[in-house]
Nanobody
Framework: QVQLVESGGGLVQAGGSLRLSCTAS??????????MVWFRQAPGKEREFVGS???????DYADSVKGRFTISRNNAKNTMYLDLNSLKPEDTGVYFC???????????WGQGTQVTVSS
């Protein structure tokens, strides 16, 4: 089992910045947390993909956050980061992290952290 815990959410004004963290514990390895992913869910909307990072550091982003958000990871600390810059009110939501192996579905999920951007 792998446990994922997000932190760093909060209330910020539009144009501001936040850094979220997702720390994995338990049976962590380059296999179990090969890819780590950020999702978000706004009130009344479906959960949406924000971005992902592989063990190698290769990243992928949703078009809505490209150029504003940056994902990084520290494999030695089993931690993934999400730097949110130039925040907009539409970035408001609960941000979740998840992990997956090389092949397969998202196996482990965190409990989420709230990000609220005021206009």
């Amino acid at each position: 089992q792998v446990q994922l815990v997000e932190s760093g959410g909060g209330l910020v004004q539009a144009g501001g910045s936040l850094r979220l963290s997702c720390t994995a514990s338990g049976r962590t390895s380059s296999s179990t947390i090969f890819t780590m992913v950020w999702f978000r869910q706004a009130p009344g909307k479906e959960r949406e993909f924000v971005g992902s990072i592989k063990w190698s550091g290769n990243t992928d982003y949703a078009d809505s956050v490209k150029g504003r958000f940056t994902i990084s990871r520290n494999n030695a600390k089993n931690t993934m980061y999400l730097d949110l810059n130039s925040l907009k009110p539409e970035d408001t939501g609960v941000y979740f992290c998840a992990s997956k192996r090389v092949i397969g579905t998202y196996e482990y999920w965190g409990q989420g952290t709230q990000v609220t951007v005021s206009s």
